[in-house]
């Protein structure tokens, strides 16, 4: 048992470093939140009670996201009741103490680290709580849908509601595989909210595969969507999106 006095340099380190992670990620919680409050925001579902910022009664869904559009949906609005999964790896730390910050229940996992209790909190999660997730994963291929959303829909009996982020003036600081969407001080920004996808349970592989070509396709229309909406081209995900598509046809 550890007891005050008794650490080594190691563990002193991994002390002040956590609490750095800690105050770094709260502070890029307030500053998102301030530049998200000068934003001119348009929120538009398909459905009203899809939205995640309204109270949904005992209907809860799964929100499928990109990676690098994650910022609007955590900080366009106030989410009533949410969880979200977050990567098990380094930056993951960053993304979980933030969003807490916000009201949001971090979930950490992936599909490389810590998969099957990840799942295990999400399904507990999913009785009354949304659960949010950037389903192209910390790692790629990028807006490629994974199939762990499809399942996790099959067995919680949750509709799958894709979302799409825009704005018409931001930064996109490139990242190890990624761009993050940052919009500028008081732009325009569009949230979009799209059909629920309902998933049956006990589904075959086979037909988990063909399920998450849905949610791929009903995520490129809406991003392709709100692009057009903010003016941004999105010619670079249409193409790639196609080609990820051809392949999946020809498998």
Known sequence: MWRS????GEDAVKIRSRWLIRLLARTAAVGFRSLFATTHKEI???????????DSGEQKFLY????????????GG?????????????DGAYVADAIECVGITPIRGSSSRGGAAAVQKMLEAARDMDISIATDGPRGPRRQVKVGIVYLASQTGRPIVPVAFSARRSWSPRGRWTDALIPKPFTRIWLLGGEPIKVPPDLTRDDLKEYRDRVQEAMDALSAQADRYSGRSSSEFEVASRRAADVRRAA
Do not use: N, Q
Not at 5 to 8: A, N, R, V
Not at 80 to 87: D, E, G, I, Q
């Open 64 to 75: 499928c996201i990109w990676h690098d559009s994650i910022l609007g949906p955590i900080f």
């Open 44 to 54: 538009i579902t398909d459905r009203p009670e899809t939205s995640p910022y309204v």
């Open 5 to 8: 006095g008794e650490f080594d």
């Open 78 to 90: 106030r989410c009533v009741k949410m969880a979200a999964l977050t990567s098990l790896h380094g």
